[in-house]
Structures are given as C-alpha cells and as structure tokens.
C-alpha cells in the first residue's frame, strides 16, 4: 500500500507542475499548456484524494488532528472549488494561475512543517469527538471559500487598474471585473455559513471536551474576530451596496485575518488549539 508521505510529496509536485502551466498558459496564451494544466489538477486532485484516504487508513481516523493534515484537507477543498469553476465557466481558465498555486503554497507549507507537526500520533482523548471532526470539516469548507474569494480579490485590484488605464496587458484574459467581484461574492456567500456553523460545532465540541462552551482562547477570539470582519463585508455589500473595491479589500484582509487565525495564534498566541 502506498505511503501517504509519497502520495503527499508527490502532489507538491504535481500540484507546482499545474501552477507553472497556468502561468505559462496565462502569460504566453499556450492552449496546450492550459489543458496540461487543468489535467495535471485534476491528477492531482485524485491524488490528494488517495494520500488523505491512505492517511484515514494508517492512522484509523479522519485526516484532521494536526497542521499537516488540515492543510493538506484546504488543498483539497480548494482544488474542487477551483474545478467546479472551470467546468463551469470553462473561458476562465487563467484563474487557475492563482486558485491552483494557492493549493500549491498550501502544499508547500504543509512540507515545510517540523516533523512534530506532520506525525501521525494518538489523539488526545480531547479530540477524540464526532463534534470535532464536524467542527474541522465545516469551518475548512469555510476557509476553502474564503481563500478562492481572496484570489478574486487580488485579481479584482489589478484588473481593475488594467481596466481603467485602458491598456493592453496580459490582465485581458481575466474575466471582467464585474464578474470577478460576483465569484468573489459568491465563494464568500458559501464559506460564511459553514464559518458560522463551524464555530458552533466547535463551541459544542468545547463543552463536551473542556466543560464550558466558549473560553476565550486566543483562537476562539481571533474566529470571532473573523467572523465579524465577514459579516462586516455582508453587511457593506448587502446593506450600504458596496461593490468592487471595497469588498475585494474585505476579502483579502478577511483572509489575512483566517491565515493568523489558522497559523498565526498556533504559533505565536498558543491556548487549547496549541496541537492544532
């Protein structure tokens, strides 16, 4: 049977293979390169769909105790959300120069990891909870939504410079910006619930670990903080009509705001979410 160590160092590769396609396709408009792209992403795909399963196989649970597994779980959610958009807005398919290289960096922080955060150890009897595994599974569903959200963003911003300079440039194969800031919306619209139903599952998974539903654990602040910084974008997009700029910058710094909440406070604000 296949380790899942090789399966996981086999899909940085494949994974950094398809971004560099994307970009090739994107910048030199090589539709050979952007159909090598999008079969080594689905590969890759399949792939990292074999080394979570081999991992759930080795260690006789689902692949969500540790840094190492989450992230190589993101990558795996964000792939899919980028596959469902290009099967169906197939013109688009440069946006995978961005959404498929952020699966790639996910990947490669997973790699970087100290071992101590790649073993695949006993749990804790903490975390030995259904509770916690719904918890895990729904908030990633959140975070994969906001991380495609926070690639349309960023290409929101240039984009829209290209556009108002009225200048030809590798940004013309982008979607318009309208369009952009319509996928952005939608992805966000898709992890905000399952941020919302996350922290609820995880504030239940609480109580029945550590006896109290909500602690104030630096990470139960800061998913707090970034849930307000969401409802924050609904509000402006949804109340006041903010489009364009605005929400693209929300949903960057929104991001910003997951990734210390994910890596940030693990290593620098440890609490109960320390192993995490």
């Known amino acids: 049977m296949l380790n899942s160590y090789f399966l996981f160092d086999t899909l940085f590769w494949v994974y950094l293979i398809a971004s560099c396609c994307y970009i090739f396709y994107l910048v030199l408009r090589s539709e050979i390169a952007g159909h090598i792209a999008f079969a080594l992403t689905i590969i890759g795909w399949l792939i990292n769909c074999g080394a979570l399963a081999a991992r759930m196989l080795e260690t006789g649970r689902a692949p969500y105790a540790n840094l190492y597994e989450t992230m190589i779980l993101l990558s795996w959610l964000i792939v899919a959300c980028y596959i469902v ?18 699966a790639f960096l996910a990947i490669g922080a997973a790699a970087m990891l100290p071992y101590r955060y790649q073993a695949a150890e006993p749990l804790i009897p903490a975390l030995q909870s259904n509770w916690l595994i719904l918890h895990v599974i729904t908030t990633f569903v959140g975070y994969a939504g906001f991380a495609v959200a926070f690639g349309f963003g960023v290409i929101y911003l240039f984009k829209e410079r290209a556009e108002k300079k009225n200048r030809s440039s590798f940004f013309d194969r982008f979607p318009n910006s309208e369009l952009l800031d319509d996928l952005g919306y939608r992805f966000i619209a898709l992890g905000f619930p399952f941020l919302t139903l996350g922290i609820i599952l995880g504030a239940i998974w609480a109580n029945y ?50 990734v210390f909440l994910y890596w940030g406070v693990s290593f620098v604000l440890p609490g109960l979410h320390a192993y995490a």
């Open 85 to 102: 958009i290009e099967l169906k807005f197939f013109r688009i398919r440069v946006l995978g120069a961005v959404i498929v290289s952020m």
């Open 209 to 258: 670990a550590w006896g109290g539903y909500w602690s104030w654990d630096p990470k139960e602040t800061w998913s707090l903080i970034s849930w307000f910084v969401y409802a924050s974008y609904f509000h402006g997009r949804l109340v006041r009509g903010w489009r364009g700029r605005k929400t693209a910058y929300f949903s960057i710094v929104g991001f910003a705001a997951i």
